[in-house]
Nanobody, 123 residues
Framework: QVQLVESGGGLVQAGGSLTLSCAAS????????MGWFRQAPGKEREYVAA????????NFANSVKGRFTIFRDNAKNMGYLRMNSLKPEDTAVYYC????????????????WGQGTQVTVSS
């Protein structure tokens, strides 16, 4: 398994940007799909984006397509989610996850999870 720690969350105004980071430990990260999910209060965990271990293939939920991007640096065991044009409805706890499938758009396809980082977008 991979151990994951997210950082970079915070409070931002609508229209602003944030970059979330995911630090991984464990030698299998570089061969794992990395995904991002989010969970707003009272709602189910929702898929956001995923990136293949090679870094070229990427997949996004329709709700974030064109605003968010995902990238990774396997040499540093790091993954990132760049969020632009943020909206109040993007407010949630964001989780990174690692798994073996691609594209992996359901939480059940991931076997390692971080603890989450809060993103709050004010209107």
């Amino acid at each position: 398994q991979v151990q994951l720690v997210e950082s970079g969350g915070g409070l931002v105004q609508a229209g602003g940007s944030l970059t979330l980071s995911c630090a991984a430990s464990g030698r299998t990260f570089s061969t794992s799909t990395m995904g991002w999910f989010r969970q707003a209060p009272g709602k189910e965990r929702e898929y956001v984006a995923a990136i293949h271990w090679g870094g070229m293939a990427k997949n996004f939920a329709n709700s974030v397509k064109g605003r968010f991007t995902i990238f990774r640096d396997n040499a540093k065991n790091m993954g990132y989610l760049r969020m632009n044009s943020l909206k109040p409805e993007d407010t949630a706890v964001y989780y990174c996850a690692a798994g073996t499938d691609y594209p992996a758009i359901t939480s059940g396809q991931y076997d390692s999870w971080g603890q989450g980082t809060q993103v709050t977008v004010s209107s």
